[in-house]
């Protein structure tokens, strides 16, 4: 197996500082939440960030502040989000993409959010594709539906996304795939040969489907954009809490963490 990839989810776009307390909000807060989490075994963070009073923003200017404040303490890679939030622009989604950060997410489709819509209509599938083509900034391919690996693979016919594939399993989203084993293993069948893939459950399938990739030879992601709890009704301490715990249950089951240059390797990012 693989070493584990463990991505660090610390901010998001939906949850506040009312839900979480200790959510993570400036550049300052952001690195240091960042540097804690790779220090507890996360070689990747997946990086929304937000304005002064919490709302989200795709602000290019923002981005460009965190990913300073970030790289100053620490050598994890960087995965902006091209998600952003539900309702923004693909404009205003894309800003991140030309600072050339290491990677990037491609939500492969349409999808219910809850009450919302996060629309990913097929010509901004290909749009985004080319963006991260043209920056140079690897993809990980957010898959909040079976069929959304259909569409991730007609980007690569395209060549628009060159191999390694690398696929994240977005369960338990109101409106998308249920978190549950048998979906996760479901679409891990349904991947192009020698893809790899990691698992985001939401809520207290962050914990679960994490320990369960651990055991399939796929990779995980935790943190507060999809979970707030440590356990049920008590909130966690600190996205690397949750990082922490995750690198716990891989020792115990003697699976390796890999380190961010590790991780680079396995997602075939050039080492710079
Ligand atoms: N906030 C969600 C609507 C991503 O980061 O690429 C989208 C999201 C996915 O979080
Ligand atoms: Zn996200």
Known sequence: MQP???????VGAEVTREDQPH??????EIATAAAACRDAGASIVHLHVRNEDGTPTQSREKFAEAIEAIRAKTDVIIQVSTGGAVGMTADERLQPVSLRPEMATLTCGTVNFGQQVFMNAPADLIRFAQELQMYNVRPEFE????????NAMQLAKAGLVTPPFHFDF????????PAGAKN???????????????VAGMGRHQL??????IVLGGHVRVGFEDNIYYRKGELAESNAQLVERMARI??????PLATPDEA????GIAIR
């Not at 959510?23 to 300052?28: D, F, K, N, R």
């Not at 898959?143 to 259909?150: E, P, T, V």
């Not at 679409?187 to 990691?198: I, N, R, Y």
């Open 208 to 213: 679960s489907l994490g320990a369960l990739a």
């Open 264 to 267: 680079r390797q396995i997602l």
């Open 23 to 28: 959510l993570p909000i400036t550049a300052e």
């Open 170 to 177: 977005v369960l338990g989203v109101p409106g998308a795939l």
């Open 250 to 255: 891989a020792a115990e089951l003697e699976r």
């Open 184 to 198: 996760l293993l479901f679409l891990t069948e349904l991947l192009p040969a020698g893809a790899s893939w990691s």
């Open 143 to 150: 898959i909040f539906d079976a069929g959304m690996i259909q």
């Open 4 to 10: 584990l990839i463990i991505t660090a989810a610390m």
